[in-house]
């Protein structure tokens, strides 16, 4: 049973506009809802996450927003550079972090010039 | 801060060898966690330890995987006997114990099974 659902499955976007990719998570436990970064030949790192208890935090480009009654939140990144072109994974968790992650099945992002 | 440590990189084997891969964790983190990726599959987790102890290894596709973490700076997962569809990234991950604390991933062995 799939319990983050990702989409979309890749993205191209050009330099200078904005990157959305969304999740939706069927368990109402998860509290803690992190996004990682992943480049070819490296294992993912932790990019941004975010708490139940607020609608959205941002950190420089990157933000994540958040709709709790809906069950969804989504990673927005402004100004997407071609540095920005790797595959991201949103993910799910209970007791803030502290219990496994629920990884979605990734977005393979190209920012072209 | 070294990270975390796996070896090898990259594995080639033969169907029916026996596989080791191993892990050192981040120093004073008290989780750690084994993944698989596969195109097909995704970002799969097959086992996690806390303390060194393992909580959940539900993600174990069958007996011929094992992990084992004998103490809090090492750990290893083994294949035996190897098979084709094994092949994949394996990924070792620690975290510390604490809210929003994030895991920090190695940067995976590349196992190939002819």
């Known amino acids: 049973q799939q319990q983050v659902k990702q989409s979309p499955q890749s993205l191209i976007v050009q330099k200078g506009g904005i990157s959305i990719i969304n999740c939706a998570y069927e368990n109402t436990a998860f509290d803690y809802f992190p996004w990682y970064q992943q480049f070819p030949g490296k294992g993912p790192a932790l990019l941004i996450a975010?708490?139940?208890?607020?609608s959205e935090k941002k950190e420089g480009r990157f933000t994540i927003s958040f709709n709790k009654s809906a069950k969804q939140f989504s990673l927005h990144i402004m100004d997407s550079q071609p540095g920005d072109s790797a595959t991201y994974f949103c993910a799910a968790s209970k007791d803030f972090g502290n219990e496994k992650l629920t990884f979605g099945t990734g977005t393979r992002l190209t920012i072209i010039p | 801060d070294a990270g975390v440590i796996q070896s090898p990189r990259h594995e080639v084997t033969e169907m029916g060898q026996e596989v080791t891969l191993r892990c050192k964790p981040i120093s004073g983190h008290d989780y750690l966690f084994w993944y698989r990726q596969t195109m097909m599959r995704g970002l799969e987790l097959l086992i996690y330890?806390?303390?060194?102890?393992?909580?959940?290894d539900s993600g174990m596709p069958e007996d011929r995987f094992s992990a084992k973490m004998p103490n809090a700076s090492f750990s290893t997962l083994k294949i035996q006997p190897s098979e084709p569809r094994d092949s994949a990234v394996y990924f070792c991950?620690?975290?510390?114990?604490?809210?929003?604390?994030?895991?920090?991933f190695g940067d995976g062995t590349r196992l190939s099974i002819l």
């Open positions: 975010i708490r139940p208890d607020v």
């Open positions: 330890f806390n303390n060194n102890v393992p909580i959940d």
């Open positions: 991950a620690s975290s510390a114990t604490g809210d929003n604390q994030p895991q920090h």
